[in-house]
């Protein structure tokens, strides 16, 4: 039986692979270089909702109950100032936001380059936890 961890992922990939381009992009290790436009953040922006995810199930396995992606980039009416919007449910959490963000930091260290890249394109993201 496989474990709830890699259910949930295998979930949120299956919504993320809508086009072949995109397939292809999960494959990368480093960023791509893509046309600037819209559609290409798209592509970026799913990428690095998957590695934030891919690393939060690593870290924390069977601890992560559920991860959802919602708003605008969900729904794909997303523009360059909206927001990347990811909810994470963990079996226990700190109270203190501090603590939460240490919990996720290797995760967000993980998308670093993909934040980078997508700031030179104009959308910036940031973290709270």
């Known amino acids: 039986m496989r474990s709830l961890g890699l259910l949930i992922r295998d979930l949120l990939i299956a919504l993320m692979l809508r086009t072949a381009q995109f397939h292809e992009l999960l494959t990368y290790k480093s960023v791509p ?3 600037n436009s ?21 870290e924390f396995g069977e601890d992560v109950v ?9 729904r794909g009416d997303f523009t360059c100032t909206s927001d990347v919007d990811v909810l994470i449910v963990m079996r226990s959490v700190p109270r203190s936001r501090f603590r939460r963000y240490e919990l996720v ?14 700031a030179r394109r104009g959308m910036y993201t940031g973290v709270s936890p």
Do not use: H, N, T
């Open 33 to 35: 270089e893509l046309p």
């Open 38 to 58: 819209m559609s290409s953040v798209k592509d970026l922006v799913w990428l690095l909702v998957r590695r934030f995810v891919d690393v939060l199930l690593r």
């Open 105 to 118: 930091s290797r995760a967000v260290d993980a998308v670093e380059d993909l934040r980078c890249e997508l």
């Open 66 to 74: 559920s991860v959802a992606v919602f708003g605008s980039i969900a």
